[in-house]
């Protein structure tokens, strides 16, 4: 079964500064998808950025992108000029190729930026 | 009304009681999804519906009863719950397409109703 691990429960950082989110993942499958999820306080659940796996460039939105290193399982979302609006719970996730569609979610990190 | 909507978004029952949880997507996608969300806990997958049909039950006990009467609307029915199962609930959508064809099938998550459980 896959898994998925955030190792950081918190993180802050001051506004306008860079902060990175770590996320490591075990599968057997070659091919799959990730994403990031953000939860503000408010609960609804947004997606922050994708990646295909067989892709090899990093997927990047905005001040949002991330460090894909399919070898290494790893699956870091880094976030520049941090803003007020970043705060929140941030979900990394995996998604099989084939079968129910199903997401397998991270523990979460719970971002606080520093005005 | 766009996208996920859920309702209530708040909800207090006792062990004894019957209530249902509403989910409504307004994207035309074909397939729905329960989670629930407890603290310090990764997001469980309740259940997966595609083309109204159940495609997944990840061992969820049998007082949590999903229904899917169509594309657009999912409930969840809950009885003679235990205070464990306080949780937020979130309900999500996503647009399944053929084997084959590939596509990030994103999922799109309602804003979750918070059922406390006396």
């Known amino acids: 079964a896959q898994t998925v691990t955030q190792s950081q429960p918190e993180m802050s950082v001051q506004e306008a500064e860079t902060v990175t989110l770590s996320c490591t993942y075990d599968t057997s499958e070659s091919d799959y998808y990730l994403f990031w999820y953000k939860q503000p306080p408010s609960r609804q659940m947004i997606l922050v950025i994708r990646q295909e796996a067989y892709k090899q460039q990093n997927a990047t939105e905005n001040r949002f992108s991330v460090n894909f290193q399919k070898a290494a399982k790893s ?16 979900f ?15 523990q979460g990190t719970r971002l606080t930026i520093n005005p | ?42 997001l469980e997958l309740m259940f997966v519906y595609s083309l109204e049909e159940r495609v997944e039950n990840n061992s969820v006990p049998s007082r949590f009863s999903p229904e899917c009467p169509n594309s657009s609307h999912l409930f969840l029915h809950l009885h003679t719950l235990q205070p464990e199962d306080s949780a937020l609930y979130l309900c999500a959508s996503s647009q ?23």
């Open chain 1, 75 to 90: 699956f870091s979302l880094k976030i520049s000029d941090s803003q007020l609006g970043d705060a929140a719970m941030y």
């Open chain 1, 92 to 106: 990394c996730a995996y998604r099989g190729i084939q079968g129910a569609q199903k997401l397998v979610f991270g």
């Open chain 2, 1 to 42: 009304e766009t996208g996920v909507t859920q309702t209530p978004r708040h909800l207090v029952m006792g062990m004894t009681n019957k209530k249902s949880l509403k989910c409504e997507q307004h994207l035309g996608h074909n397939a729905m999804y329960w989670y629930k969300q407890s603290a310090k806990k990764p």
């Open chain 2, 96 to 118: 399944v397409t053929s084997s084959g064809s590939r596509s990030y099938n994103e999922q799109f998550f309602g804003p979750g109703t918070r059922l406390t459980v006396l």
